[in-house]
């Protein structure tokens, strides 16, 4: 039996070394290649995803699935391979070629007129293109199979085993505690302190930025910090994880916050089991758990009052002429100060979830056949005043303000949040079972609280359904109550309120 | 008939977008990856080139080849594209799967040893590596077929239709010519000049060289200038040409000259007309024609009197107290100041291809039997005590300098100097035909030397036979009396010396 493992090997091999190849051709699109390589560059990517998906659809590769399914002598590692990889080719089978290529040449398209369609505020621009994404995407979801309805398909593509009802249930539960909640807390915020929109050098930001990393304990040696306009971070192959970050000159926390952020993706990345990587089991399934990760640093770790003290001596070494005067409490009132903002990616703490939980009502919408795309504009800027409490000006700083749509990712937005929920359980049951996290946050100590997170998360993350996988490390399943409870209690310390 | 043109666009396309992989991943290894994604690196590689070979060995690409070779109604661009595949099929098609995977499996763990060897100055960790490597590239040759020599195999991988003895007969009229006239020229040197070793900010030279390649026509719309150890030029994809470059604090025209030498390959590889990209003809084969393209921007652009005229005020800005109180002459003196040096890449316009022909004569002699891997050392010490002049201290500085042999890049040197020796006769060309460039380049004016390299090399060059290229525009076959001519007479003017 174990001729066919050895039969697997290889061809897992192929497969993670065309992946690895297809993220180091997407990284170096979005941090350095010269502005002219995009179109040989789009088109030596759809080259190697087509040879990509070639490899993963063979049928020979299902039969070896097959056989190594029912294979009892694989040991763990071994089996969860099987099993993600069956998953994938399964999945990768059942969509007809046509709509593959469809989509993907409607993703390149629909991209390119988001960029115009955003530039001029137009929306009728990206609308013949949108409308083709979301009727592709139907036929995909559809192609692939769904339980209750069709979006579970979607979300089951970047939340493995998550159903449509399970979000619904959490983050209905979500809107209508945190609302309130926010309500109240904007309420009190008052103006943005001065100190927050002075202008930093950027070359000092990227010196701090490279200096923060290290404290928390991202291994340089195994990777890179880039600058790119959306940051991200990819695992380019064994001991190469790269994360990209952003800096402004007037929003010096954008550009810690945003490291941070990545930062906790990539920490995440780097302590995935060197035994797992080229296997299927070495790359990350779900995004909700990996936002988990991202999002507890940022959130947790670094707009909590200990670590905002610990970071700010060292800011005003560097910072001195913006920062000496600063006390570690109006530094941290600083750092959580919470605003409306038309745009997701400048918000915060407390608002951010509505912009995610208002995205993932119209996504609904759209697959339930209950909005059009023409009326999405319209839409968007209702369901922004009802939940943000703002109405945008124009489309670029509405329905427009993200690519994700223009490229297929529907089903997407909700991680964000699920993330989010998992981040607040995840921390609270860290500081529960580890104890004093504050007090070595406060001395930006993180070793206690990766070394949990290694253990707890990253090492079994890839191996089993997220769900599963928290589930374990929470003893209950997901819930708001968490991350309820982490805003209800920072913003009523800092604020002296009684939420 | 036009069919089966069709039939061959989506195949040359497919290798053409593995090409440019690969060469990216190359870029990126040699450039910014990590360290410690040196294994995963390796491997992603060798898939991606087991898959281009299958690719090109492909029978059903040979059957359509052979068709298009036979069909009349191909345009010129489409019956040099056909020429040049066939050519690379059949040559990928005869040596064996067994010696392509030893090769590469012995560029691996010989680099590997090349290091260490030269880290420790002891040639015995390389030596049987070597061997094997010495061993596969015979049977490859031997595979592949000869005319009259085994050598011309391996010559022919880089230099296509280039006979070992026409690199005989040139070389051997080239050292004769040339030893004499280093001799006399050494002998008048005299110390290096202090500024040559004076510290020079490496930010400031790093500056200097962005400006410097904008000067010459680099599109940097359209590529990249970065570092890395050692300097080489990639056309990763259409509008995407990078280039790397060093320097050293110490050592300023290194860094300079360096540039220059890269941006003159770059050039090339920027010239080549847009049609022809993503197709065979899109690709460089000869590469004693490409060197001949950074050696006459290097040489005969950048250490000609009147381009250090040009280049001297816009140094003394930037370091002016280096160089404030050098006149033009003692400044020219300094960049064409010769010297035996014992490292190759060290070395000057007068003694480099003396480090060259005797790199040949030890290949010849390896592939013609006459020499054994174990006695390389004692072969390399006498010639270059023979043709330099000086012997090496240890292997570290002798027979390890150079990381070639290791990775199988036998057949490679050669095209060093007939880059040199073809920089010469083009360069003398191009002033017989254009006039006054001596007046352009004092002014920092490259355009017209430049129109006519995208005219009379750049377009045609990977069409045809480089020798054919070159004999058209130099209207007789390559000598080495231009390139002697050049040495004499700048020397001559320099040193005021009867040569």
Redesign the interface.
């Known amino acids: 039996m174990s001729a066919n493992w050895a039969d697997l090997l290889p061809r897992m091999?192929?497969l993670s070394?065309?992946s690895?190849?297809i993220r180091?051709?997407g990284w170096?699109q979005h941090v350095?290649?010269?502005?002219?390589?995009?179109?040989?560059?789009a088109?030596?990517l759809?080259?190697?995803q087509s040879?990509a998906h070639d490899r993963l659809t063979d049928p020979k590769l299902g039969e070896i699935l097959n056989k190594l399914s029912a294979d009892g002598s694989l040991d763990e590692t071994q089996a969860a391979s099987v099993r993600v990889l069956k998953r994938d080719h399964e999945k990768a089978t059942k969509v007809p070629e046509r709509v593959v290529r469809e989509i993907a040449e409607t993703q390149g398209l629909a991209f390119q007129a988001w960029t115009e369609a955003r530039a001029s505020s137009d929306f009728s621009i990206l609308e013949p293109h949108l409308e083709r994404m979301v009727s592709l995407k139907k036929e995909e979801a559809d192609a692939l199979g769904w339980k209750n309805e069709r979006y579970d398909a979607l979300l089951d593509q970047y939340e493995p085993e998550m159903l449509t009802s399970d979000v619904e249930t959490l983050f209905t539960d979500l809107v209508n505690k945190l609302k309130p909640l926010a309500e109240q807390i904007l309420q009190r915020a008052g103006e943005r302190p001065e100190w927050l929109t002075d202008a930093y050098d950027v070359n000092k930001q990227t010196d701090y930025c490279h200096w923060l990393i290290q404290i928390l304990k991202f291994d340089?040696?195994?990777?890179?910090l880039d600058v790119s306009p959306h940051p991200f971070t990819i695992h380019?192959?064994?001991?190469?994880v790269r994360q990209t970050t952003r800096y402004d000159e007037r929003n010096v926390m954008m550009g810690i916050l945003g490291t941070i952020h990545e930062t906790g993706h990539a920490l995440y990345e780097q302590g995935i089991p060197e035994e797992y990587?080229?296997l299927p089991v070495g790359e990350t399934r779900s995004l909700g758990l990996h936002e988990s990760q991202s999002r507890l640093w940022e959130m947790q770790v670094g707009t909590g009052k200990p670590f905002t003290e610990f970071q700010l001596p060292h800011l005003k070494e560097r910072f001195p002429s913006q920062l000496s005067g600063l006390d570690p409490d109006a530094f941290y009132l600083g750092v959580i100060h919470p605003r409306r903002s038309l745009i997701r990616v400048n918000s915060d703490v407390v608002t951010y979830n509505l912009h995610i939980t208002f995205r993932f009502e119209l996504e609904l919408a759209l697959f339930r056949d209950e909005l059009e795309v023409k009326d999405l504009p319209d839409a968007w800027d209702a369901a922004m005043e009802k939940h943000v409490g703002i109405r945008p000006d124009d489309v670029a700083n509405g329905v427009l303000q993200d690519m994700h749509w223009s490229i297929g990712a529907l089903g997407y937005f909700p991680t964000y949040s699920l993330g989010t929920l998992w981040a607040a359980a995840l921390y609270r049951t860290a500081d529960d079972e580890l104890g004093g996290l504050s007090d070595d946050l406060r001395k930006g100590e993180t070793g206690r609280l990766l070394d949990w997170l290694r253990e707890k998360i990253h090492k079994p993350a890839n191996t089993r359904p997220a769900k599963e996988v928290a589930q374990a490390v929470l003893g209950a399943p997901l819930s708001v109550d968490p991350f309820i409870d982490y805003v209800r209690t920072k913003y009523s310390e800092a604020y002296e309120l009684d939420l």
């Not at 502005?35 to 040989?40: D, V």
């Not at 340089?220 to 890179?224: A, E």
């Not at 380019?236 to 190469?240: A, F, Q």
């Open positions: 091999k192929e070394h065309l690895s190849s180091l051709l170096d350095l290649m010269p502005a002219a390589g995009s179109g040989g560059r088109a030596a759809a080259t190697l040879i340089t040696m195994r990777g890179r380019v192959g064994p001991g190469d990587l080229g």
